[in-house]
Antibody, heavy 121, light 108 residues
Framework: QVQLQESGPGVVKSSETLSLTCTVS??????????WNWIRQHPGKGLEWIGS???????YYSPSLQSRVTISGDPSINQFSLRLSSVTAADTAVYYC?????????????WGQGTMVTVSS | SSELTQDPVVSVALGQTVSITCQGD??????ANWYQQKAGQAPTLLIY???NRPSGIPDRFSGSRSGNTATLTISGAQAEDEADYYC???????????FGTGTKVTFL
């Protein structure tokens, strides 16, 4: 059974870089049937896609965040990561990692439990 | 436009049928996926593609599309279906994703 677990600081100072890691257990991130994603949810608000990384290493980012986002993967330790630079209070949110399945119309098949990140001044 | 619009709140009586709609021009080209998010939990995938359910999703959940509108239908809503529901799709021409604004389902 595949599980995803987000980890990282719960508080980040304004203007600094938010760094989160998603550890995948029960399955490999090396499969070309899957791709790996970060999605966030501002308090009391809807879901926002941040970006994806594919088996090839190719990444795609939300246009609104592209200038500040980097998603990378480390197959050797079955993790992928999110870096978001120059954070502000507007980046305070619950951050989810999720596995997407190419054979399920590229849907987000499995989600982590999410981790709350607060940007402090 | 890649925006997906949903009604903020939909109410249903226990055991009745409720439809949750998702509107956007981009739906003319792509099917929506649907997610359920219960309070304090991560979303779960309910429907993907034309009308497919992942393993373990009850068959009272179904999806459809007509024109620029995708619809999630819950037939015989149960108390545990009280949740927020989001449509989403991937624009294959850009590999970008968009989520709908979300609908909260409450019971009368």
């Amino acid at each position: 059974q595949v599980q995803l677990q987000e980890s990282g600081p719960g508080v980040v100072k304004s203007s600094e870089t938010l760094s989160l890691t998603c550890t995948v257990s029960g399955g490999s991130i090396r499969s070309n049937n899957y791709f790996w994603n970060w999605i966030r949810q501002h308090p009391g608000k809807g879901l926002e896609w941040i970006g994806s990384i594919y088996y090839s290493g190719r990444t795609y980012y939300s246009p609104s965040l592209q200038s500040r986002v980097t998603i990378s993967g480390d197959p050797s330790i079955n993790q992928f990561s999110l870096r978001l630079s120059s954070v502000t209070a507007a980046d305070t949110a619950v951050y989810y990692c999720a596995r997407g399945a190419t054979y399920m119309e590229y849907a987000f098949q499995i989600w982590g439990q999410g981790t709350m990140v607060t940007v402090s001044s | 436009s890649s925006e997906l619009t949903q009604d903020p709140v939909v109410s249903v009586a226990l055991g009745q049928t409720v439809s949750i709609t998702c509107q956007g021009d981009i739906l003319r080209d792509f099917y929506a996926n649907w997610y359920q998010q219960k309070a304090g939990q991560a979303p779960t995938l309910l429907i993907y593609g034309k009308h497919n359910r992942p393993s373990g999703i009850p068959d009272r959940f179904s999806g459809s599309r007509s024109g620029n509108t995708a619809t999630l239908t819950i037939s015989g809503a149960q108390a545990e279906d009280e949740a927020d529901y989001y449509c989403s799709l991937r624009d294959s021409s850009t590999n970008q994703y968009v989520f709908g604004t979300g609908t909260k389902v409450t019971f009368l």
